[in-house]
């Protein structure tokens, strides 16, 4: 399968934590790594690999798996926090690359 | 700091072909830890994977556009290029060029440098 499949919208209070997940059969055998985006801007990577997060990233971001399903958890949501989630990872048949929908999260 | 900046024309008409080249600062585009790729973003909808392109010009394509997409690297000039032939309308998007990581602790398909983004309009 080459899907990811996501919720199109969470929200989640102000200091409290939301989770996001990504579905998706080649989450089985591989990483998924999350994308933050906000209206106008590039796409930020904010989790890769096990549970990465590149420099400059605040650690409230992590990241987690299981079986099929990918999490983005972001503990003590701040109203920066809202954007758009993309998650990604590779194809399970082949050497692609793929997306999922996205999810907006809104910060209340 | 790595920087990739696409360059290209921002209007294309619809059945020719779409043209962007991404130059990368910062950072040699000839390392064997990294792809480098295209993602674009059609207006209010989410990224789509066009494909990536390996220094030594090896690339993977999306297969829904793989009979219209050439991807090409100039590694004299720390560049690579993107033709998207036959674009029709649908294919108004913001493309983005970027970074791809080829390992992290197992295989890796994160994009960890993106460019700033460009629109390109498909209309006649």
């Known amino acids: 399968s080459s899907e990811l499949n996501q919720g199109p919208a969470v929200s989640v209070a102000l200091g409290q934590t939301v989770r996001i997940t990504c579905q998706g059969d080649?989450?089985?055998?591989?990483?998924a790594s999350w994308y933050q985006q906000k209206p106008g801007q590039a796409p930020v990577l904010v989790i890769y690999?096990?549970?990465n997060r590149p420099s400059g990233i605040p650690d409230r971001f992590s990241g987690s798996s299981s079986g099929n399903t990918a999490s983005l958890t972001i503990t003590g949501a701040q109203a920066e926090d809202e954007a758009d989630y993309y998650c990604?990872?590779?194809?399970?048949?082949?050497?692609?690359?793929?997306f999922g929908g996205g999810t907006k999260l809104t910060v209340l | 700091q790595l920087q990739l900046q696409e360059s290209g024309p921002g209007l294309v008409k619809p059945s020719e072909t779409l043209s962007l080249t991404c130059i990368v600062s910062?950072?040699?585009?000839?390392?064997?830890?990294?792809?480098w790729g295209w993602v674009r973003q059609p207006p209010g909808k989410g990224l789509e994977w066009i494909g990536s392109?390996?220094?030594?010009?090896?690339?993977h394509y999306n297969p829904s556009l793989k009979s219209r997409v050439t991807m090409s690297v100039d590694t004299s000039k720390n560049q690579f290029s993107l033709k998207l032939s036959s674009v029709t309308a649908a294919e108004t998007a913001v493309y983005y060029c970027?970074?791809?990581?080829?390992?992290?602790?197992?295989?890796?398909?994160?994009?960890?440098?993106w460019g700033q983004g460009t629109l390109v309009t498909v209309s006649s």
């Open positions: 392109i390996f220094y030594s010009g090896s690339t």
């Open positions: 910062g950072g040699s585009i000839s390392s064997s830890s990294y792809y």
């Open positions: 970027a970074r791809r990581i080829i390992h992290c602790g197992g295989d890796c398909y994160s994009f960890d440098y």
């Open positions: 990604n990872s590779r194809d399970s048949s082949a050497n692609h690359v793929v």
């Open positions: 080649s989450l089985r055998s591989y990483y």
């Open positions: 690999g096990k549970n």
